[in-house]
């Protein structure tokens, strides 16, 4: 079956600007994770959701920094007023649950902030 | 959860195992270590994951020490495929379901 699809798979977005970024998760999986990774270093972990309650988002470097799924599936990133330090791949992740936790990423958004 | 250290680098010749160690001796008996590598350009993949007993599947094999205080990941037959940043993570099962991932070791397989 189909896995974590991510778009756009690129994005290069002019300082100041907004970007919004969408992941659609593998089928029934509750759990959906964000994940922010910089250049050279592993991920790091943006908020998570169970199904469309966002339950954690202590990850969210500043308030610029929002994300939803209102229907429990499909689930959009945004990022307000874009600054170069945002550059990065943005992961999204899915799961089944804790019954099986293991996670399955998507291929990720690469952001350039210009 | 517990931290984990790994080598930042390792080689290997392809058809020959790969062992990738790992170093978590502040684990806590219900944390669990999870193994996902990934391939340059693409998200991270689940490897496998155990809490005390070995396990096997079809990817990899994780030994884990009768301490918990350190585990090896087995890549039985490496290919060129396998070349990736590989990262060893701990958590506990019904904490928070976020991974946190260090900087994980580079494996480079060689032909």
């Known amino acids: 079956g189909a896995g974590v699809s991510q778009s756009p798979r690129y994005k290069v977005a002019k300082r100041g600007q907004d970007v919004a970024l969408r992941c659609d998760p593998i089928?029934?999986?509750?759990?959906l994770f964000w994940y922010q990774q910089a250049l050279g270093q592993g991920p790091e972990f943006l908020t998570y959701?169970?199904?469309?309650?966002?339950?954690?988002k202590s990850g969210l470097p500043s308030d610029r920094f929002f994300a939803e799924r209102p229907e429990g599936s499909v689930s959009t990133l945004k990022i307000q007023r874009t600054q170069q330090e945002d550059s990065a791949v943005y992961l999204c992740?899915?799961?089944?649950?804790?019954?099986?936790?293991?996670?399955?990423f998507g291929p990720g958004t690469r952001l350039t902030v210009t | 959860d517990a931290k984990t250290t790994q080598p930042p680098s390792m080689d290997c010749a392809e058809g020959r195992a790969a062992n990738l160690p790992c170093n978590h001796s502040t684990i806590s008996g219900n944390e669990y270590v999870y193994w996902y590598r990934q391939i340059h350009s693409q998200g991270p993949q689940y490897i496998i994951h155990?809490?005390?007993n070995n396990e096997t599947n079809e990817m990899a094999s994780l030994i884990i020490t009768e301490d918990r205080k350190s585990s090896t990941l087995i890549l039985p037959h490496a290919t060129l495929r396998d070349t990736a940043v590989y990262y060893c993570i701990v958590k506990r099962q019904g904490g928070s379901e976020k991974l946190v991932f260090g900087k994980g070791t580079k494996l480079t397989v060689n032909p």
């Open positions: 155990g809490l005390k």
């Open positions: 959701f169970q199904n469309e309650a966002q339950l954690d």
């Open positions: 992740a899915s799961s089944v649950g804790r019954r099986l936790p293991q996670q399955y």
């Open positions: 089928s029934g999986h509750v759990s």
